[in-house]
């Protein structure tokens, strides 16, 4: 099985004001291909550093990520863009839709980016919206939204260039108990529907446990832990 | 202690957006600078007018002319019989020392004590003590020399002369030499500067005015004026002291009307950007201010504390830039003073007077500004409901459904305006009134109009690619942010556009009419001192020695008087035509089917278009014109002829006529036509050589060279118009350039999410390039309607009010294209550094959860 994220010895630290922060030592870790990886730890541990590292918004300094084995070390910021336009989607815990675009223009934004034709693009993206339970909001725009409802959004941007991977940093941080679960629920059928990977960032250990596997982000290292066993982790 | 957090939360907010302030800054220097700059540049003209008054003046309260100068010996006459006044001769002209042209002042040292012109002049220390005089660098013998002249300290120290030494003057072409005597100090500038002093009778043998004097100045009460009025013939006329400074200052009141007017064009244009970068400050607290709202600050507390930030920093800015007005205004005044010399009169003085009310007025313009066009803003942010101030589509569909409101009230503001400016009424600042209000009423459509093109053109712009597209769709989404941009850009290029149509117009109005005008081929002139004066006389075989030049065929004669009339002094060309019809006149109006033979009779002649417009004179109307034999006659008018020459009017006498009534057979300058086929530089060379045996130099010239002599001078003119339009521009180029990097900074997450989503930073340059570029070419095309309205204002209202000159307006081609490429680059321009910006933010940043 081949490894839609692999992580080697990566290492990132932030220099303030003489003080350098150690946010990653010699991280090793690999999501395969069509699972979903749960990434936990401590507010402030380096999810979200990591995060950006593996999608290439933050260049790689020591160490590798490759994503579907294309290495990012040697790439630049707009090779780097490309792969991420091709092959990534993001969900964001505070959603980040673009609020002067209506929904059906914020979810076609990264097949327009890619060039798709508009009839082709618009086509797909109603595809999602009845996936995501959107049908007849299109023209809407997002801050006349409920939250689970941008968030379905963001999810219906994420997928609608089926990438190979999606990242999805809290995607239910801003959500109740209720909608946050709805909106899980919806993530994983289509993100297994598409067979696409996923690392999910999140402080839930329900949402944790819903993911194939877990690891955790502690002291700059990750380690693997048992799913079940996430109530003793110190990590919530 | 809440007014000081809340304080203390606006210097965060500009510590942390520091190009944000410096922008505000610099939209406000420029605006108020510019205004500052031409207010002190006239305030400085007018100084020179009163100071050129005292100088030549002094206490004088009236002056006796006549219409041909005054018989020197009617003077003595005048001084035996009424001994108790005070009474000066004075003899004026101007003579050059080494191209430099003075004012010189012919007077009687005895008879000057009581006038007190040019202060400490030594004329005055002279006739009291000799110890005096020698203490100025003189002695009393060397005063009363017959070749003596005096010039101020100041001007002998700039121009490296001293006391004792020969000069060199240049009188109408001719050379004369002269001892400067002595010299004197000054505190008027226009004494220190430009005027040189004589005895009379030595002043009268170098103007060669014969047994003439200028006028006798006098001071008289009113007994004394009744008295006098009663001795006088007609033929002589009794003015208030000045009146020729008021009638000068009169002549270029159209002159500075304009600059102010282009001037508050700028402030204008200044206003809205002071409105955009105020609304942009604001804009981006919305959610603050609804957190303080929400906290229990009242909207009024929140609106005090906004209008506060607004006059603290127009407070600064306007202090900055009533200073940079004042530097600019000695650059203003050098310019103005040129004209004022080439189509006015001689102006010496160039320095540049500053008063205080200019920094109160200064301050007001920029902290008034600052606060209107803040409060606009304050009252929104104020008034928005904290929970609406985050839903930024909210904001956007409000103003949306805002904008045919406005566009509603644009155009019925603009239709006052074009009321306003169709009445028949004279008012030059009513003209004025009327272009500004089709500014601003076209300015409150714009965003209206950018709305429906651009969403319009969408899906043709869509099938351009992804970057026009979103760029498009950024306009129009955008539309309370980009909508004032455009309407700020737009204005500010419809000025230069408007501008360019008016001058090219004037230009090519002057260029037909020296086309028709320039009859003869070769033209020959005494040159004289200064471009402006009454010109030099030729001598009197001139004529008969042209007219016997081999391969000329007609010769035509002129001259160029000053005289008074019921409406002011005016120059009066005297003619003798090639032929009957008076040729290359175009006559607008004519008394009868045959002008030209109502002209050459008795008591008729004709104006120039200025001074019927601005008197409201008409053919078959007449005129009262003070002669030399029978004093103020009426004369009837035959026609009103074209004429670009002279914005004061012009009156045209056939010789015949002008005859009867001076006594003054000079003739100033000769017109000849050659035989066909003749080579017009080969006769030049002739006649030349036929007049050289008179002792005067000469001015031949071709009408080729003339004509472009006087384009020259018409370029010369409008160059100050020019230098605001370009700063017009530079304030529009702050106003948008602010207005952009507020805007795109203030979408840097919206970029960042782009850029997210697989946007790479080249696609990132390229939306908001193709943003700007769409933006400048909206505004480009936009000026050009507005800019052609403010043309046909600028054309057919101002201009005619303030200089009587009616012309055709014509559109150049080239000036369109110049208009779109001057937005385009503009906003292209102003658009770099923030697509720069925006295509490195880090994306991560922007996109961390609030």
Redesign the interface.
Known sequence: MTNAIHVEALTHSYTRADSRTLILDSVEMSVPSGQSVALIGRSGSGK?TLL?LI?G??PVKQGNVSINGQSLLNLN??QR??L???QIG?I???F??????SVK?NVA??L????VH?GTAYARVKQLMDAVGLAGREED????LSGGEQQRVAIA?ALV?EPALILAD?PT?NLDANSGRQVMQLLRDLVQQQGSAMLLVTHSQEVARSADSALLLNNGKVEVVDTLALEQSAAW | MLAHILARSSWRFYRQHPAQLLLSIIGIVLGVGVVCAVLITNNSSQRAFALSTEALYGNTTHELIGANGVDQQFYVELRNRFTSINMAPVIVGNIAINDEVYSLLGLDPFAELAFNRASNSPFASATTSQQQAESNGSSLTDLLRTDALLISEKSARDKQLSVGQMITLDVAGQKHSAYLAATYQSDNPVAATGLLLGDIAFVQKLLQRGDKISRIDLILDDEQELALQEYLPQTLQLKQAGSRTDTMRAMTRGFHINLTAMSLLALLVGIFLIHNTMTFAVVQRRELFAIMRITGITSRTLMKNILIEAVAISSIASMIGIALGYFLSSALVKLTTRTINDLYFVLHVQEVWFSPWLIALGLALGIGSSVIAASIAAIDAASTNPVQARQRSLIEERSQRLLPLLAMIGVVIMAAGALLSVLPLRSLVAGFIAMMLIILGFGLLIPWLVLHITRSLKPLIDKLGISLSLAAGGIYRNISRTGLAIAALSIAVSATFGVDVMIGSFRSSVDNWLKATLQSDIYITAPAAASTQTASMLSPDSYSRATGTLGVASVSSGRTLQVSTSVGDISMLVIKPHSSDGGGFELLETDGDSPWQLWSADQSLMISEPLATKHKLQAGGSIDVFTQNKGFTSFNIAAVFRDYGSSQGKLLMARDVFDLYWQAPGISSLGIVLNNSVEVELVIDQLRATLASSERPLSIQSNTAIHEQSLIVFDRTFEVTRVLRWLTVGVAFVGIFSALLALHLERAKEFAILRASGATRQTVLMIVMAQTFIMGLLAGTLALPLGWMMSEVLIKVINLRSFGWSMQSMLPVDAIGETLVLAVASAMLAGIYPAYKLSRTGIAEQLRDD
């Not at chain 1, 327009?112 to 060039?115: D, F, N, T, W």
């Open positions: 979200s950006n999608s918004l933050e910021d707009h863009t490309r991420r336009g091709r993001f964001y815990q505070a980040n839709l673009i609020h002067t675009l223009d934004l990264p327009a980016l890619s060039g508009s725009y997002p801050d006349r941007r260039h809290e941080g």
